[in-house]
T-cell receptor
C-alpha cells in the first residue's frame, strides 16, 4: 500500500503533556498538509509544506503547535502543553504539485 | 463567514431511492471544488474534482456537477455500502482546502 500513513493512530495523553505525530506522504508527492477535525465538523486547515518549506499556517495554529518536514519527506506535528480543546482527529494529506489531496487515516488525540 | 455550506446535514434513503446532496460556496476565484467520502473513524477518501461551471464527473452510482455557486452530488439507486459522510471542499486563493460540515448519508436495505 503506497497511501499516506500516519502514526500513531490513537494517542491518549494528560493535559500539559507534549505529543508528536508523524505523517509519511505518498512517495514523490511534494506537498503535505495538516488538518484537524472535530466531531460533526469538516477538516480544518492547519498548515502545509511544499517540499521542506512551510508555506502557510492557519491563524488557528497557536504557538503551542509546530510542524516540520525535514528533507521534504515525512512530517511531524508537535503539540506542546496539550489542552482538552486539542482533542480531535489530526489528518495529514499529500498531493503532487497542486492536484488532488489524498488523506491518511488520521491520528485521534484524546487529552484527559 | 461560512464559505462552504452543505445540505442537508443528514439524509436517510431507502436502497434504490435516488437523491442529491448540495454544496454551495461563496468564494470568488474558485480553483477547484472537491468531493470526498468519509467513513467513521477514517480519513476522507477522494472522489471528484470539478474546476469550471458545467463540468460533470461520474463514478459508479455517483455524479458530481458544478455551477457558478454550487455543486451537486447525485446518488443514483444507492446501496447500503454508500452510507458515509460526504464532504465538499473548495480551493481558491491558496492551496488549502476549505471544507463544509458534510452530509451524513444512511442508506437502508
Amino acid at each position: 500500500d503506497t497511501g499516506v500513513s500516519q502514526d500513531p493512530r490513537h494517542k491518549i495523553t494528560k493535559r500539559g503533556q507534549n505529543v508528536t505525530f508523524r505523517c509519511d506522504p505518498i512517495s514523490e508527492h511534494n506537498r503535505l498538509y495538516w488538518y484537524r477535525q472535530t466531531l460533526g465538523q469538516g477538516p480544518e486547515f492547519l498548515t502545509y509544506f511544499q517540499n521542506e518549506a512551510q508555506l502557510e499556517k492557519s491563524r488557528l495554529l497557536s504557538d503551542r503547535f509546530s510542524a516540520e518536514r525535514p528533507k521534504g519527506s515525512f512530517s511531524t506535528l508537535e503539540i506542546q502543553r496539550t489542552e482538552q480543546g486539542d482533542s480531535a482527529m489530526y489528518l495529514c494529506a499529500s498531493s503532487h504539485r497542486k492536484n488532488e489531496q489524498f488523506f491518511g487515516p488520521g491520528t485521534r488525540l484524546t487529552v484527559l | 463567514e461560512d464559505q462552504v455550506t452543505q445540505s442537508p446535514e443528514a439524509l436517510r434513503l431507502q436502497e434504490g431511492e435516488s437523491s442529491s446532496l448540495n454544496c454551495s460556496y461563496t468564494v470568488s476565484g474558485l480553483r477547484g471544488l472537491f468531493w470526498y467520502r468519509q467513513d467513521p473513524g477514517k480519513g476522507p477518501e477522494f472522489l471528484f474534482t470539478l474546476y469550471s461551471a458545467g463540468e460533470e464527473k461520474e463514478k459508479e452510482r455517483l455524479k458530481a456537477t458544478l455551477t457558478k455557486k454550487e455543486s451537486f452530488l447525485h446518488i443514483t439507486a444507492p446501496k447500503p455500502e454508500d452510507s458515509a459522510t460526504y464532504l465538499c471542499a473548495v480551493r481558491y486563493n491558496t492551496d488549502k482546502l476549505i471544507f463544509g460540515t458534510g452530509t451524513r448519508l444512511q442508506v437502508f436495505p
